[in-house]
Structures are given as C-alpha cells and as structure tokens.
RNA sequence: GGCGGUGUAGUCCAAUGGCAGAGACAAGCGACUUAAAAUCGCUCCAGUGUGGGUUCGAGUCCCACCACCGCUACCA
C-alpha cells in the first residue's frame, strides 16, 4: 500500500457515508401498504446475478455487474422512481459441501462466514442495496418456499389441450405419476464417482462434471426429474418478446434444439416388430442403405438371431464400459455390429441390414436412424469404414468439383427417388411426409435435444424434498409440514454409492412406523430460480410473495418479463436462466404471477481479463483483488475504472494505471470544490461563487447532462465517464467557479462515485443553498437543447469524397446559401476551373460534397 | 467442425454511412519546487486485420479470407 499522501481524502469519508446510508436506510424500497409508499412514482427493478459466498471472496468481475446495476438504481433512484435494488446469497451448493468435508467444519458455519465477508466486501463498495431485503437460499424461512414450489410442480401437470400447467386434479387418466412435472424416473443420468453425485446434462461438460471436472458415467438410478420439456414450445417461442442479447437467445434456442422431420417406421425381415426412425431429411429415404441402432435400443436383443447375439453382447458391454468422455475422445472412430436382421425400406421395400454403433444416441429422438450415407456425414464414414453402400439421391445445384469423394449433406433436387424425382428438397419433404402418413408407415414430427431436467442430488448440503416414501410409492408432504429442515449430522460425507449422506441420519429419515422421508436434495440451481420474487416480498411467512408485491414490481404492461433489467454473466445462459423461466412459468400457468416471463431486459457483462489479456486465475497470478484496490484508490475509483474500461459487454483487460487516471480524474473532481490550504487541510475552495455561467461553459454543463443521461440509459458508462472528463477539464481552472455547475454536475456523477459526491455535497451544503439533504437523494437534472446551439458551425468542403476545405456558416443557414457560400470560396473555384461540376450534396451541419463529372 | 463476438495510435478505447479522435494510459517537453512527489499546461503518434464490392462518400453496410476470444459439439 502506498504511504504516499492521498490525491483526496477517501478514506475519511468513504466508510463514513456507507454506515450513514445503512443507517439511514436510505435505499429502502417501499411496497404497496407500507406508510411512506409513493403512489405516483414508478417503479423500478434492478437485479444482480446474486452470488455464490465462496471462500474467495469477491472477485472484479462481480464488482463490475454489480456497479453497472448500482448506476443504473441510484441513477433511476434521482429521477424519482421506487427502485428494488436487493442482494442475497446461493448459498446451497458443491463447494460449501467439499470444503466442510475437507476441514469438518459444518457447511453452516462456513458459508455463514463467507456470507459475512461479502456482505462487508459488498458495502465497502458503496453499493446501494436494500439490505433489509437481505435472503439466503439455506434459510429456513426461504427454502420453506423452495419446497413449496416444488409441491406446485409436484401436483400440476400440463394438460396438453391447453399447453398450460394446472391441478393434477384435473387429471383423469389412470396413472397420475407419469404427468406430474415432478416425477421419479429410473432411466439412466449422469453419475459422477468422484462428487459422489449424479449431474445434469447442463453440468456435464465433455463428458466431465462442471464443477471439479472429474469423469462421469451414465448409469440408471431412480431419480427426480422436472418436465421441462412439456415447456419446449413455449420456452423457444416466448423468447421473442424480450429485451436480451441475440446471442443469448440463440444459445437457448440451440440447446433447446428443435429439429422438424419425421418418424419413419422400417418393419423387421421375418419379425412383428418395427424399428421406428426419427430424420430431418425424409427426402433422402431413397438413399437409406442401412439402419443404425443405439446400443441400448430395447428392440436389440429382440431382433438380434442367435448368430450374432455374441457379438452384440460384447459390443455392448464395451460401450457401457466407456464413460462419456472416452466416447467423445473417440468420437472420430465410428464403431459398430452388424446385428444379422434386416429392415425393409417403406419406400422402395428394399431389404437393408440394421446394425448397432454407439454414434446413435439413445436419448435422441427414437435412439434409431436411418443411414443415408451420401448425404450425411456420420453415416458416410461409418459406410466407408464398414462397407456399406451409399447410394446418392439428391444432386447439388452447383458442381461439387473435386470432392466426390465426401457426401453432400445441402439442399439440391431429388434423384433416383421415384415419386420425389426433380423435387427440390424442401418440396420433397412436404410430398413424402403425407404419403408416409396415408400408407400408416410415418409421420411428420419434431424433436427437441432438451431433456428433462434431473433434480435429485446425492448431497448433504441442499434443500430436502417435501416427500414422504412407504411401500415403495411417494406422496407428498402438505403445505403446513414446511419447511423441512435437514438433520443435524455430524457425519456428512458422501457414502461412496448411490446412497445418499442423509441416508445416515436414520432418526430424521424415520418418518412413521412404514414411512421414511425421501434422502436426496434438490440441486443448487433450485434456489435461484425464484430468489427475485422472494426480494419483492422477503419476509412473508405466509406466501412465497403477496399478490400485492408481485404484481407491483413483476407487473409490467405491453412486456413478457417483470424485472427490468438484469445484469450478469453469460455462463448462465442455458442453465439458470432457462430453469427460472421454466418455474416462472409453471407458477404463472397455476395463476401465482402476473407475467409469463421473469427477466425483461437481460445484459451479460464482458469479462475482465488480467494484465495479460489471459483470464484471470491463481495459477496464472493475475488475479486482481478488489479490496487491495479499494484500500489504494478507494471504492470511488474502483467503481469508476471498471465502468469506463470498455464496453460492459465487452471482455477487457485490467491496468493498473488506468486505475490511477480515473484516481486523478476524481481528485480534480475534488479539487473542484475543495483547496488545501498552509496547514495541510482541505477547505472550500474561494473560486466557489454564485456566479452567472458563460455561454460556454453553459454549453458544456448542458452537454454533459444529456450526454450522461443517454449513455446512462444505453449503459454506455464509459462515454458518459469521458463526457464527464470534459465538463471537469473545462471547470478545474475556472476562476471564479459557478456553484450552478456543481449543483447540477454532481448528481451526474454520484451513481459512478457516490461517496465523493456525498462528501462534497454536505461540505458546500454546509455553506451554500441548494445543495440540501443527501446527494442520493436529491434530483436528476435535465438539459436544456437552446443551450446547446452554437453560433457557428464549420462545414467539410469535399470534392468527390475528399476533404479539400472548410468553412465557417451561420447555425441554421439552408442548404442553399451553404452551396453558395462553398461556392464563393475563392480556393474552391480555383480547383474547379474548367470543370463540370455533376452533383453537389450537402449534409447539413457537416459537410458539402462536390462531385465532378 | 458449427455458432456467436471482436479486430481503430505504443496501450485501453471514441466516432446516427459524412472532416478518423471524445476520454484515458504510456512517452516527451515546459511551469511550480532548493529538489522530488503531487499538480497545472503543452506536444507526439494510426488511416481503421487482409482482399473485393455497394455508395457522391465506408472504421461503419455486403461477400471472402486471416487472427484472437467465448460458447457448443456424433442431436440424425
């Protein structure tokens, strides 16, 4: 830390105005009932990404999500809006869980002390939450609401006449369980042997656990699962209406992966049974030489003749043996056995083999397909490595040249395909869909890669489900029996099998003389999909949120979504913010929420790199450490620098001495009102002055107001940092100093670096009028356009597109007496001797062109 | 391999299709100072990754390629 002497005075007043404003409550949001509620102001609702308390403490690049939010509450705070602005705790999760087991603390100790440190993290920073909405995912009183919510999805079903959520009651089929869109399922999921856990698809990454990357397998166990899938439709199409990045949508699009096409039945040589295909490419059945079969596909054994039952038998059991990250190591080797039957083709009814080869998954589609060799490119290099023939059916419009021998997976017209010949593609598809249909040997359907969503967990360390379990079915706990609380246990280790840890608490799984209670948990994406309506209403013991509460600050008119903006990282992007817009809407189908989206207005902030432009991590040692910057510059310049790195959407890399410029930047700011004097004392400046502005400097204030409001308002804070640059260059010299300037630039600045402006605003308020109460809360100026206009203003003279000259016409002046003005200039009419002038275009207040023949 | 994003001064970054520079960092010079720091003032530097195209005019729009970053990956 340097000894050096402060360029301001921050760390006399920054701890300072931070115990004020909590004190004070200062950025409390009011609700509809309570005493100083305010009718007539809007309101506004602004939401972090709330974090998970690692022992790491905060990181920059929470600070840098977390500041741009807190600019845009204070910001909406001043123009006189009631601002949620909350903060809490995901507080459940893997690594509280391993560190307790690694030192035997309890879970609730650390990760009460990690909370402890990132709230004094957060308010040393000078954010403006309203700390009285503080929640926590592993508190009682809020995971009560967690299995609350699961009870809903637990007892509702979506009816499918009305693709809406409601009552299970409303069911009248026999077996309830296998509509519930929270079920049990023994189909096989992701396990992971080192977490001693099984995972969801969107924590597995390349065939390892996301957190940890330790291998998976897949293995069947008997597990909950939630029906997103019943939501597919309206999860892809409900996108639409919000306000989120392009990206962002189209990874949720992607992952949710919907595939128009068909199911196409092949009957069996000699057999009962059918081999149903799922293809995007029906136009292509003319060039089916070969079906493929996914290795766990029920009907293998079935179809299988005695000959080849021992090879199948040995392949099996070598995928099964591979776990999913050697199977994508090897994804470039296409494996597979042929199991001895043959299917006939529909179209043609021509005998083809069917084989088996791990390449077809069995979660996709049918788990079967049909090859078509020439025009794909997984079955063509399965046919080239095994043999098969490949038959080519549709011609490419343009000569594919010399690469005959690759196949040709585009669209073109239909050949060697009977009925389709001379089709274009998209024109076969819809001829032969119906004339599958009519013969009952197909049909036309779509498919999605969403699976549902496995929620069970092997952990000690999460909400536990409100089920009970006696001869082998389940039911569900009621309302009043909430919250469950999971034992104390002193032993909370993984079992090293399937078995969950609560298994060992045999007291508390002991429900009733025939009945135990269910032994997993919920994963910790459970907590955050609904923690933002809880901020609307925290401290409801009776309802997860008021009707009252939820329709004022999630209502909102003409918008999907409830909360205004949302700000936060893009690895979020298929798991926690699809899961929250599922919730979202099956508590909406069931008529809990007004709106049928969560989040209106999404922004994913960039991240922030190291000095070496590599990301951040320990064993690079470029981690920045926030409260060693805070300690140095001060939470004002730590706010400021990262807002005006770059683009908020941008990845940037740190400086240090870029940290120092926007330092200096604020010490003038502070020198703008303050002097030091002999003693070594910092005192009101005497240049302060009522003082009539000049024209100029009217300019520039006024400038600077609509230039930050609009930046403000398109989170372009970088640009509105730099406009704000320009005002303090333009002000630091001026002698006298018109106090005016200060009224008005102040707020301006005091979303950016509230505690400066705070301090600097009570010392002249001690002094001078109309610098009143809280900086935080005093009001948004607004500009003035008159005073922007200049007298004069200096046009571009160009001749065919390239500068030449300028000149200096009144503000205002037509585009006629502009051109003849240019005319006039004595220096253009040498350059045009002699030549014939085609066009002129004049862009008013810019530039005029002249172009020649 | 697929999808998305980004390429502008030594560096970070600005520029509704209209004079490439708002701001900052770094560098240099000067003022203040016994000196240094701090502060103040001034100065320097690119034609926008490459190649085409559209246009009176392209950093900006279109096409192709290159580089880097992020996501995704046998989804039939």
Same mark, same amino acid.
């Given at each position: 830390?340097?000894?050096?002497?402060?360029?301001?005075?921050?760390?006399?007043?920054?701890?300072?105005?931070?115990?004020?404003?909590?004190?004070?409550?200062?950025?409390?949001?009011?609700?509809?009932?309570?005493?100083?509620?305010?009718?007539?102001?809007?309101?506004?609702?602004?939401?972090?990404?709330?974090?998970?308390?690692?022992?790491?403490?905060?990181?920059?690049?929470?600070?840098?999500?977390?500041?741009?939010?807190?600019?845009?509450?204070?910001?909406?705070?001043?123009?006189?809006?009631?601002?949620?602005?909350?903060?809490?705790?995901?507080?459940?999760?893997?690594?509280?869980?391993?560190?307790?087991?690694?030192?035997?603390?309890?879970?609730?100790?650390?990760?009460?002390?990690?909370?402890?440190?990132?709230?004094?993290?957060?308010?040393?920073?000078?954010?403006?939450?309203?700390?009285?909405?503080?929640?926590?995912?592993?508190?009682?009183?809020?995971?009560?609401?967690?299995?609350?919510?699961?009870?809903?999805?637990?007892?509702?079903?979506?009816?499918?006449?009305?693709?809406?959520?409601?009552?299970?009651?409303?069911?009248?089929?026999?077996?309830?369980?296998?509509?519930? /869109?929270?079920?049990?399922?023994?189909?096989?999921?992701?396990?992971?042997? @080192?977490?001693?856990?099984?995972?969801?698809?969107?924590?597995?990454?390349?065939?390892?656990?996301?957190?940890?990357?330790?291998?998976?397998?897949?293995?069947?166990?008997?597990?909950?699962?939630?029906?997103?899938?019943?939501?597919?439709?309206?999860?892809?199409?409900?996108?639409?209406?919000?306000?989120?990045?392009?990206?962002?949508?189209?990874?949720?699009?992607?992952?949710?992966?919907?595939?128009?096409?068909?199911?196409?039945?092949?009957?069996?040589?000699?057999?009962?049974?059918?081999?149903?295909?799922?293809?995007?490419?029906?136009?292509?059945?003319?060039?089916?030489?070969?079906?493929?079969?996914?290795?766990?596909?029920?009907?293998?054994?079935?179809?299988?003749?005695?000959?080849?039952? @021992?090879?199948?038998?040995?392949?099996?059991?070598?995928?099964?043996?591979?776990?999913?990250?050697?199977?994508?190591?090897?994804?470039?080797?296409?494996?597979?056995?042929?199991?001895?039957?043959?299917?006939?083709?529909?179209?043609?009814?021509?005998?083809?083999?069917?084989?088996?080869?791990?390449?077809?998954?069995?979660?996709?589609?049918?788990?079967?397909?049909?090859?078509?060799?020439?025009?794909?490119?997984?079955?063509?290099?399965?046919?080239?490595?095994?043999?098969?023939?490949?038959?080519?059916? +549709?011609?490419?419009?343009? *000569?594919?040249?010399?690469?005959?021998?690759?196949?040709?997976?585009?669209?073109?017209?239909?050949?060697?395909?009977?009925?389709?010949?001379?089709?274009?593609?998209? @024109?076969?598809? $819809?001829?032969?869909?119906?004339?599958?249909?009519?013969?009952?040997?197909?049909?036309?359907?779509?498919?999605?890669?969403?699976?549902?969503?496995?929620?069970?967990?092997?952990?000690?360390?999460?909400?536990?489900?409100?089920?009970?379990?006696?001869?082998?079915?389940?039911?569900?706990?009621?309302?009043?029996?909430?919250? +469950?609380?999971?034992?104390?246990?002193?032993?909370?280790?993984?079992?090293?099998?399937?078995?969950?840890?609560?298994?060992?608490?045999?007291?508390?799984?002991?429900?009733?003389?025939?009945?135990?209670?269910?032994?997993?948990?919920?994963?910790?994406?459970?907590?955050?999909?609904?923690?933002?309506?809880?901020?609307?209403?925290?401290?409801?013991?009776?309802?997860?949120?008021?009707?009252?509460?939820?329709?004022?600050?999630?209502?909102?008119?003409?918008?999907?979504?409830?909360?205004?903006?949302?700000?936060?990282?893009?690895?979020?992007?298929?798991?926690?913010?699809?899961?929250?817009?599922?919730?979202?809407?099956?508590?909406?189908?069931?008529?809990?929420?007004?709106?049928?989206?969560?989040?209106?207005? /999404?922004?994913?902030?960039?991240?922030?790199?190291?000095?070496?432009?590599?990301?951040?991590?320990?064993?690079?040692?470029?981690?920045?450490?926030?409260?060693?910057?805070?300690?140095?510059?001060?939470?004002?310049?730590?706010?400021?620098?990262?807002?005006?790195?770059?683009? /908020?959407?941008?990845?940037?890399?740190? $400086?240090?001495?870029?940290?120092?410029?926007?330092?200096?930047?604020?010490?003038?700011?502070?020198?703008?009102?303050?002097?030091?004097?002999?003693?070594?004392?910092?005192?009101?400046?005497?240049?302060?002055?009522?003082?009539?502005?000049?024209?100029?400097?009217?300019?520039?204030?006024?400038?600077?107001?609509?230039? +930050?409001?609009?930046?403000?308002?398109?989170?372009?804070?970088?640009?509105?940092?730099?406009?704000?640059?320009?005002?303090?260059?333009?002000?630091?010299?001026?002698? *006298?100093?018109?106090?005016?300037?200060?009224?008005?630039?102040?707020?301006?600045?005091?979303?950016?670096?509230?505690?400066?402006?705070?301090?600097?605003?009570?010392?002249?308020?001690?002094?001078?009028?109309?610098?009143?109460?809280?900086?935080?809360?005093?009001?948004?100026?607004?500009?003035?356009?008159?005073?922007?206009?200049?007298? @004069?203003?200096?046009?571009?003279?160009?001749?065919?597109?390239?500068?030449?000259?300028?000149?200096?016409?009144?503000?205002?002046?037509?585009?006629?007496?502009?051109?003849?003005?240019?005319?006039?200039?004595? /220096?253009?009419?040498?350059?045009?001797?002699?030549?014939?002038?085609?066009?002129?275009?004049?862009? *008013?207040?810019?530039? +005029?062109?002249?172009?020649?023949?």
């Amino acid at each position: 830390m340097s000894v050096t002497r402060k360029n301001y005075p921050f760390p006399e007043f920054e701890a300072r105005w931070q115990k004020h404003w909590l004190e004070a409550g200062a950025f409390r949001a009011t609700n509809p009932g309570d005493p100083d509620f305010r009718t007539d102001a809007r309101k506004y609702f602004v939401l972090d990404m709330f974090p998970y308390p690692s022992g790491d403490g905060l990181h920059v690049g929470h600070v840098e999500g977390y500041t741009a939010t807190d600019i845009l509450a204070r910001y909406h705070r001043l123009k006189g809006d009631n601002v949620l602005h909350p903060m809490g705790w995901d507080a459940f999760g893997l690594p509280a869980e391993q560190y307790a087991i690694k030192t035997g603390q309890h879970p609730r100790i650390t990760t009460q002390r990690n909370i402890d440190n990132f709230r004094g993290q957060l308010q040393s920073l000078g954010f403006s939450y309203d700390w009285s909405r503080e929640i926590s995912t592993t508190d009682p009183e809020y995971f009560h609401w967690t299995q609350w919510i699961f009870l809903q999805l637990y007892n509702a079903w979506v009816n499918p006449t009305t693709n809406r959520a409601e009552s299970i009651s409303t069911y009248t089929g026999e077996d309830p369980d296998s509509v519930r /869109l929270a079920f049990v399922s023994d189909k096989p999921v992701n396990w992971c042997p @080192e977490l001693g856990t099984v995972l969801a698809n969107e924590e597995v990454v390349d065939g390892k656990s996301e957190v940890g990357g330790f291998p998976v397998e897949r293995r069947p166990m008997r597990q909950w699962m939630l029906r997103i899938t019943a939501y597919t439709e309206r999860l892809i199409t409900d996108l639409d209406g919000l306000d989120w990045p392009e990206s962002i949508k189209l990874l949720q699009r992607n992952w949710i992966g919907r595939s128009e096409g068909a199911e196409v039945r092949f009957s069996l040589e000699g057999l009962e049974e059918a081999v149903t295909v799922f293809t995007t490419r029906p136009d292509t059945l003319f060039g089916a030489t070969y079906l493929v079969l996914a290795p766990e596909h029920p009907l293998v054994e079935t179809i299988t003749p005695s000959a080849q039952a @021992e090879a199948i038998i040995a392949y099996k059991k070598s995928c099964s043996a591979k776990s999913d990250l050697e199977r994508t190591d090897l994804a470039k080797e296409k494996t597979g056995v042929f199991t001895g039957a043959f299917a006939i083709n529909p179209v043609n009814d021509e005998k083809i083999p069917v084989w088996i080869a791990d390449y077809v998954l069995t979660g996709y589609g049918t788990g079967a397909i049909m090859a078509v060799p020439a025009h794909d490119e997984r079955d063509h290099e399965f046919a080239t490595t095994f043999n098969l023939p490949i038959r080519s059916v +549709v011609r490419a419009d343009e *000569p594919q040249g010399e690469k005959t021998q690759g196949c040709f997976s585009g669209t073109g017209t239909a050949v060697n395909s009977g009925l389709l010949d001379g089709l274009r593609t998209p @024109e076969a598809k $819809s001829k032969i869909i119906p004339w599958l249909e009519e013969r009952g040997v197909g049909r036309g359907t779509i498919t999605y890669k969403l699976r549902d969503w496995l929620f069970s967990r092997q952990r000690y360390w999460g909400e536990p489900f409100p089920i009970i379990w006696e001869n082998g079915s389940h039911r569900p706990l009621t309302p009043e029996d909430l919250p +469950v609380e999971p034992p104390e246990m002193e032993d909370f280790k993984p079992t090293g099998t399937a078995e969950p840890p609560l298994s060992k608490a045999t007291e508390w799984v002991r429900y009733s003389e025939t009945a135990s209670r269910e032994l997993n948990t919920m994963p910790q994406w459970a907590g955050s999909c609904w923690y933002y309506l809880r901020f609307c209403d925290p401290k409801n013991p009776e309802r997860f949120i008021s009707k009252e509460a939820e329709q004022y600050w999630m209502g909102r008119t003409g918008t999907p979504g409830g909360v205004d903006l949302y700000v936060g990282g893009t690895e979020h992007a298929v798991l926690h913010l699809l899961y929250a817009r599922f919730w979202h809407k099956v508590l909406f189908d069931l008529g809990h929420l007004t709106t049928p989206e969560p989040f209106q207005r /999404l922004v994913n902030q960039g991240m922030i790199l190291g000095d070496d432009g590599q990301k951040m991590s320990k064993s690079r040692g470029n981690v920045v450490n926030p409260d060693a910057v805070v300690a140095e510059y001060g939470a004002d310049s730590l706010r400021l620098y990262e807002m005006f790195m770059g683009p /908020l959407e941008h990845g940037k890399p740190w $400086s240090m001495t870029g940290v120092e410029g926007v330092y200096r930047f604020l010490a003038r700011v502070w020198r703008m009102a303050m002097r030091e004097n002999q003693e070594g004392n910092w005192v009101l400046s005497e240049d302060l002055a009522e003082q009539e502005l000049t024209s100029a400097q009217r300019r520039v204030l006024h400038a600077t107001i609509k230039k +930050v409001t609009q930046d403000i308002e398109s989170l372009s804070f970088n640009t509105a940092i730099s406009q704000m640059m320009i005002f303090t260059n333009e002000f630091t010299n001026a002698k *006298p100093r018109p106090l005016e300037a200060l009224r008005l630039f102040l707020p301006l600045l005091s979303p950016f670096a509230p505690h400066l402006v705070e301090e600097i605003w009570s010392l002249l308020s001690a002094k001078f009028a109309g610098f009143g109460g809280l900086a935080s809360q005093s009001a948004w100026p607004s500009w003035n356009e008159d005073y922007l206009i200049v007298d @004069e203003i200096s046009y571009a003279v160009q001749i065919n597109g390239k500068v030449r000259g300028h000149l200096i016409v009144p503000t205002g002046a037509d585009k006629e007496s502009v051109e003849k003005a240019a005319f006039a200039d004595p /220096l253009l009419a040498e350059i045009l001797e002699g030549k014939e002038v085609k066009k002129v275009i004049i862009v *008013p207040g810019r530039l +005029v062109n002249i172009v020649l023949a």
